[in-house]
């Protein structure tokens, strides 16, 4: 769509902006002096300049939660996304099979994120739990408090239980919003199960795929609650991921310079990989030229 | 018809497995303690409703209901109100800096809410308004107002621009037409907003616990604390959690046909 150019547009943009503002650029502000200045006491603080800095930045446990936060949001997105567009593509397009569906499908989005934590707590407990208990009732010894490759695992099934439906959530309404006339199209020309996946419906959810994986992208490398109620971080460091090793710091050990600094450069990441993920989904997308 | 079997089983796999946590909440709920500590029963064996008694009468526990709503209510009418004027500048009009405005929102959505518990905190405390359902309200609005500027843009840009020139020339003002025309035009794309405003808003635990502690506790924040005082009391806390599903639930149920059929509308 062509747009005309108005400036008074301004206007109409602003209430977002001040609103925003108010709870974004403030804060920021906060967090940006915190991150320069060693606090002594509520009227003594000294400028250090980057020393905050440089002393996050040589933190070997902020160095294996970043390796371990990268993978956790990797894994993530090669999951969720394509089981989302599996399972979009497998619902029903109407009547009552498809409003149950969809209900059953958000179910899992509704739930307040410790009370998530609080399920698979016990949901994975060998004793008490149901799929702890039926994993070792399998031969498989499993046990998500002691062993690290469980606990790891567990978070991340969980993240798949609890986020897929955003997923499918997206992808499903990009489906529907497919004209019928291009699948008769299709089958008139022919076209196989696959082509008419990738040809006409990978195309159009382009857009709304793009939303689904900016959206998990972040939230992915963001996540605290969970894995915090699930695991505590543990075992040992097993899941302590990027926002755990920031609440330690800033809210546990109280150390406002190095928290404060690691935030931004925290933001920063989220904001450069966002940004990259955001332009190459749009070359991507244009390249199909459908 | 193999594939049709074969996509169903797989859906009706997913969907089993998305309940099967959700149902072994409800099981513990309608458990004693006793029999959820002892062993593993598939369905409870002596049916109580003593937890979702405890929740009803017990003031500490239904107050964080309230509270969750209010706030959560506060939060989706301001983020609608504040986005959609700013979602039509974005989908009409081009202007000075629009595109890395567009992004700069976004990356609001992007700051992890950890960053900021601090800052809030003394933002909050220095205006006098720690502890109020409007204090959440507009915490929440930092990563709500960014995603509704982002979904009605879409939604608006779906609407050919030709229904905004035919209105001007029948004489209609701009405000009369946004109210009177366009608005219902975009109803399902409000009805989407709305519900991911509400999810987002209702699940987010970390910044409500951190501004608030009597009078407008969310009810996730409740049940945290119940756990730390009274040991694990695990059949109240299921209860619990069972309720924190059915307000979502029932406005999912009212947005279906939105989401099933608007949404992607523009965006694709």
């Known amino acids: 769509m062509n747009k005309t150019l108005n400036n008074k547009a301004w206007w109409m943009v602003l209430p977002v902006i001040l609103s925003v503002a108010f709870s974004a650029i403030m804060p920021l502000m906060t967090v940006v002096n915190y991150s320069v200045q060693d606090i002594l006491g509520p009227d003594q603080a000294v400028f250090v300049g980057t020393e905050w800095f440089k002393e996050v930045m040589r933190d070997e446990s902020l160095h294996s939660a970043f390796f371990r936060q990268i993978w956790f949001s990797l894994a993530v997105l090669a999951i969720e996304i394509p089981l989302g567009i599996g399972i979009a593509l497998c619902m029903p397009a109407q009547g009552w099979r498809a409003s149950l569906s969809l209900v059953i499908v958000s179910l899992p989005l509704l739930i307040p994120w410790n009370v998530v934590g609080t399920i698979w707590q016990i949901f994975g407990r060998g004793d008490i739990g149901l799929m702890g208990k039926l994993i070792n009732d399998a031969g498989i010894s499993y046990n998500y408090t002691g062993d690290s490759t469980d606990a790891w695992l567990t978070v991340l099934l969980m993240d798949v239980w609890h986020w897929t439906p955003l997923v499918v959530l997206l992808c499903y309404s990009g489906l529907r919003a497919i004209p019928e006339a291009f699948y008769q199209a299709a089958k008139i020309d022919g076209a196989s199960r696959l082509a008419v996946f990738r040809f006409i419906q990978l195309p159009k959810m382009r857009n709304v795929l793009m939303i689904a994986v900016l959206l998990r992208f972040m939230d992915s490398f963001m996540i605290y609650t969970e894995p915090f109620v699930l695991t505590g971080g543990g075992p040992g460091n097993a899941t302590t991921f990027l926002s755990q090793y920031l609440t330690q710091k800033a809210v546990g050990q109280f150390d406002l310079g190095p928290a404060a600094a690691f935030s931004l450069i925290y933001f920063l990441i989220i904001l450069l990989l966002s940004f990259v993920l955001y332009n190459w989904m749009q070359r991507v997308g244009t390249g199909d030229k459908i | ?268």
């Not at chain 2, 946590?21 to 006793?34: D, Q, R, V």
Request: glycine content about 6%; charged content about 10%; hydrophobic content about 55%.
């Open chain 2, 1 to 268: 018809m193999t594939r049709s079997v074969f996509s169903r089983a797989f859906l009706i796999l997913f969907l089993a497995g998305s309940l099967l946590p959700i149902y072994w909440m409800l099981n513990m709920s309608l458990k004693t303690n006793e029999e959820i500590l002892g062993a593993m029963t598939m369905w409870p064996s002596n049916l109580t409703f003593d937890n979702y008694i405890t929740i009803f009468t017990d003031e500490a526990w239904y107050s964080g209901y309230i509270n969750s709503m209010i706030y959560v209510a506060l939060n989706m009418v301001m983020a609608v109100l504040l986005a959609l004027p700013a979602a039509y500048a974005f989908s009409r009009y081009s202007f000075l800096g629009d595109k890395h405005l567009f992004f700069w929102l976004l990356t609001n959505r992007m700051t992890p809410p950890a960053v900021f518990l601090l800052p809030f905190f003394q933002l909050y405390s220095t205006f006098g308004m720690m502890d109020t359902h409007i204090a959440v309200a507009l915490a929440h609005l930092l990563f709500n107002v960014p995603l509704a500027v982002w979904i009605l843009e879409g939604f608006m840009s779906g609407i050919p621009k030709e229904i905004d020139e035919t209105a001007y020339i029948d004489g209609y003002t701009f405000p009369k037409f946004f109210m009177k025309i366009f608005l219902p035009l975009i109803k399902s794309g409000i009805g989407v907003t709305a519900f991911f405003c509400f999810m987002f808003s209702w699940v987010e635990l970390l910044l409500a616990r951190t501004l608030t502690s009597v009078q407008a506790k969310p009810i996730a924040a409740t049940m945290t604390r119940t756990v730390s005082a009274a040991g694990m009391d695990w059949g109240v806390l299921a209860a619990a959690g069972v309720l924190t599903i059915v307000p979502g639930a029932l406005v999912i149920w009212f947005v279906r046909h939105y989401i099933a059929k608007g949404f992607a509308m523009g965006r694709v």
